[in-house]
């Protein structure tokens, strides 16, 4: 079983409206969350890094939030723009282990006008 | 001025044969990591150099080879390849504790 699991698979919203990813993990204990965007054909591309004891991260219209006692964060998008359609990948980073990760499966979104 | 620069963008190969992929980053960052994304898009890292050492190697199949030849530099060899190599693979750079920044990817099929 993945240590990262995120909900939805997949989410179409209009043009403007907000939404909310969730990434629920096992990875324990752990050292950093990052959520990563990425556009189709390119890299991902990172959005906001928390470690265990931050609750929130902002990055312009997204917003991070994560609860280290329920393992569980959530990326908030604000006011959805046309370009916000792509996959967003949750990554979990176990304590003391350096450059290990655990890639969450994505979720791909798609807004529409 | 790219970050991190993956070439070839496209590998169209047939079985069998021996490709290489090459990365570079002008980041000065001190660790390099190979990634395979398959069809369902699940990323799965497959090796990361650390100054010139490998620090992480998942259970790839040892037909895969990462070649570092300096810090900025970490290349990706594949001998006799396999029907199921074909997948994107994305070159990542990244000092420790820091954000990944990723290539483009380099999509691989084999006829």
């Known amino acids: 079983k993945n240590q990262v699991e995120q909900s939805p698979q997949s989410l179409i919203i209009l043009e403007g409206k907000n939404c909310t990813l969730q990434?629920?993990?096992?990875?324990?204990?752990?050292?950093?969350l990052r959520w990563y965007k990425q556009d189709t054909g390119r890299g991902p591309v990172s959005l906001t890094i928390?470690?265990?004891?931050?609750n929130t991260k902002s990055n312009g219209r997204y917003t991070a939030t994560l609860d280290a006692d329920t393992k569980q964060s959530s990326l908030h998008i604000t006011a959805s723009q046309l370009s916000d359609s792509a996959s967003y990948i949750c990554v979990v980073s176990p304590f003391h282990t350096g450059n290990q990760f655990y890639f969450g499966t994505g979720t791909s979104l798609t807004v529409i006008p | 001025d790219t970050a991190v620069s993956q070439t070839p963008k496209y590998l169209v190969t047939q079985m069998g044969n021996d490709k290489s992929i090459k990365c570079e980053q002008n980041l000065g960052h001190d660790t390099m990591y190979w990634y395979k994304q398959d069809s369902k898009k699940f990323l799965k890292i497959m090796f990361s150099y650390n100054n010139k050492e490998l620090i992480i190697n998942e259970t790839v199949p040892n037909r895969f080879s990462p070649k570092s030849p300096d810090k900025a530099h970490l290349n990706l060899h594949i001998n006799s390849l396999e029907l199921g190599d074909s997948a994107v693979y994305f070159c990542?750079?990244?000092?420790?504790?820091?954000?990944?920044?990723f290539g483009d990817g380099t999509r691989l099929s084999i006829l």
């Open positions: 990434c629920n993990y096992t990875v324990s204990p752990f050292s950093n």
């Open positions: 928390m470690t265990f004891s931050e």
């Open positions: 990542a750079s990244s000092n420790l504790g820091s954000p990944q920044h």
